[in-house]
């Protein structure tokens, strides 16, 4: 009984799977039906083939839509979810943290390079950096940013309550496209200044991208890379937790080893892990191009988006800088001129007198470029 009530249903099935995939090419099937002893082992080799092969596509096409899915998750929790919740300071903390941890998950699901499996030592390290960015640089961002703006703006009598009463979808898009321009113009200005490149490229130093690398960097770029002009707007605090969560959804999505291609409608206006792996590209040149961290929209209208992608990603011949490395990296140049100054026998006031520096110009000298 069992068998007769299942065999329509696995009929159904593989007759499905042949008509999505076609049957199997003469050559391959030729070759399996060779390397089978029994004629009718290579049928069920075949067609367990073909459910294997229809069963591969379907994952790809469930992990191809799952940035846009999670996008659409979030924004259902942030405008329906329970008001105990909605109110509450840590929840955004909370769902910052299990967008980041559900999308490392799908790195074991479905790895885009094997290359860039995650170890103990990335594992750490992106840890480090994930909680300093929650912590550290967003308390300097409020002190040093945020809370000066408001109160510059409350001084000037500026008021902008009617952001306030914009429909919430539109305050949400409003927060996306303040913060994704000041972080295209500065992201732009790093790789075209030296100054602010040597504060970049650490990021750029990373060998592999993972879902918790977008946090990883020096901390000055972390802490400039983080400047918006959102706080001068009056806005509902639900559409600026949504706002963050979706560029936090896109821009992990966009560093992470997940084998997830989106949707075209997704890629035109959203940055993909395609757009931004060529921009970690280990040739310098390529990495001046998609600097749309979340908002890749943006560089198709300044005219700086490149299509391709990149499975070798790092800097000065791929070299991996620890922590101490990244923190002193922008001050590098100093460190070495004084170096080979001491080396060469000079005093602190010969130093200060101008001396000439020696420089092997291999700290930033891409930025130079
Ligand atoms: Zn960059
Ligand atoms: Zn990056």
Redesign the pocket.
Known sequence: MRVSTRAPLVVAFRQSARRRFGRLSGSSRSARKSSSAAPLNGTADGDAWDVRKMGNAMKNKVFNHLPPGMILVVMLFWAFGPASLLNNPWTLVVTSALITITILLLEKAHERHAGWRMDRREFFTDLFYNVMSASAIVWLTEKLADDPLKAAKASLGVTTEWAMHMPWLLQVALVVFLIEFGQYWM?RL??NWAPFWLT?AP??HITQLNAGKGAVGNPIELFLISLSVVALFDLQDTAIFAALNVLSVISTFAHANVRSDPPRWYAFFFTTIQNHSL??SVDYEN?RCN?GNSLILLDRIFGTYREGESALVGQDDRRRLSIWEQTIFPFQPIIDMIKARRKNGLSGSDLLAGGQPERDGSVGGAAAA
């Open positions: 992201h790093m790789h970049h990021h750029h921009h970690h990495t600097y």
